[in-house]
């Protein structure tokens, strides 16, 4: 549920502004999985959610060499910052 409702305001978000993005989620039949990624500006970035900060996540360093990415975890601390437009996640 978190998930859904994150993405949903995240889509919403890129549209209001009119950004150009490409979103997609990432699985493989080893049971990695990345809950969302955006290609933006010609930056990957792949989010990974979790409601508690404790929790253990971890995005998959296969991904995140292989298409030169950038990986952010998103929890009850910090998703404000990835669903409003004052505030950006992406990581430099």
């Known amino acids: ?4 409702f994150l993405i ?4 919403k978000l890129q549209a209001y502004h009119r950004q150009q993005a490409m979103n997609f989620f990432w699985r ?3 049971k990695q999985e990345i809950d969302f990624v955006e290609e933006r500006n010609g930056r990957i970035t792949a989010y990974k959610f979790k409601w508690s900060p ?3 996540a971890k995005i998959p360093a296969s991904f995140l ?3 030169h990415a950038t990986g952010v975890i998103i929890d009850r601390s ?3 910052s990835f669903v409003r437009a004052d505030v950006d996640v992406d990581v430099d």
Do not use: G
């Not at 549920?1 to 859904?4: G, I, K, L, T, Y």
């Open 8 to 11: 949903s305001e995240r889509i």
């Open 28 to 30: 493989t039949v080893a």
């Open 78 to 80: 910090n998703f404000r």
């Open 1 to 4: 549920m978190v998930e859904f």
């Open 65 to 67: 060499k292989s298409y």
């Open 54 to 56: 404790r929790a253990k």
